[in-house]
């Protein structure tokens, strides 16, 4: 199924707009319009929610979140591109010693700090699958002290394996 770029990042600004994040911290999404990637909408939100809630969970008050959204030009003749959607945190980053293992069930980096947000270390993890499922990738750049960028890469072109998910789940709801 085609998901249009623009209803990904509405849908994800809407959902970590609600009250529940009570932190004063401004989301804000850039990017050119039009975009399209394919798959499930439904799974891509839930990816792009994951990593926006860790960026406002593991950042300090008065910072901002950014959904950077861009194509890459093509590589070679049969690479026909990606789609990025990034999300960069001005927060608290990552050691290395933990960054190749973030993306692991359960595995949470500082523990003391990682309990007070009351997670339980599976976001990354369906980040991750979610990605894959999608014939993309995750992969993280972060600066201790400075702040992380997640950058969902997508295929610009249908492949099987997203053409093969549905394109929504409805759980509950009016239908
Ligand atoms: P859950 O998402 O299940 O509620 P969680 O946020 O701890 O819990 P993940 O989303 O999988 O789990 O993240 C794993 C760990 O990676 C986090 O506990 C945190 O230590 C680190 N992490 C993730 N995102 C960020 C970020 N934006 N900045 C700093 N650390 C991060
Ligand atoms: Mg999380």
Redesign the pocket.
């Known amino acids: 199924e085609p998901v249009e770029v623009d209803k990904i990042v509405a849908e994800v600004l809407d959902r970590t707009k609600t009250p529940g994040t009570a932190k004063s911290i401004d989301v804000v999404a850039r990017g050119p319009r039009g975009l399209t990637v394919y798959g499930s909408e439904n799974q891509l939100v839930t990816a792009v929610v994951?990593?926006v809630?860790?960026?406002i969970?593991?950042?300090p008050e008065s910072t901002t979140v950014t959904i950077a959204t861009s194509r890459s030009a093509a590589e070679t003749g049969t690479d026909a591109g990606h789609i990025e959607i990034a999300?960069t945190?001005q927060?608290?980053?990552?050691e290395p010693r933990?960054i190749d293992?973030?993306?692991?069930?359960?595995?949470?980096?500082?523990r003391a700090?990682?309990r007070a947000?009351?997670?339980?270390?599976?976001?990354?993890?369906?980040?991750k699958h979610i990605a894959t499922n999608h014939g993309g990738q995750v992969d993280?750049v972060?600066t201790v002290g400075v702040?992380?960028t997640?950058t969902l890469r997508l295929p610009a072109r249908p492949t099987e394996a997203a053409m093969a998910l549905p394109p929504s789940v409805e759980i509950g709801g009016t239908p």
């Open positions: 994951n990593l809630e860790n960026a969970a593991y950042s999300v945190d927060g608290i980053g990552i933990d293992r973030i993306f692991e069930r359960f595995y949470r980096a500082d700090r990682s947000t009351g997670g339980t270390g599976l976001g990354l993890a369906i980040v993280v972060s702040g992380s997640f």
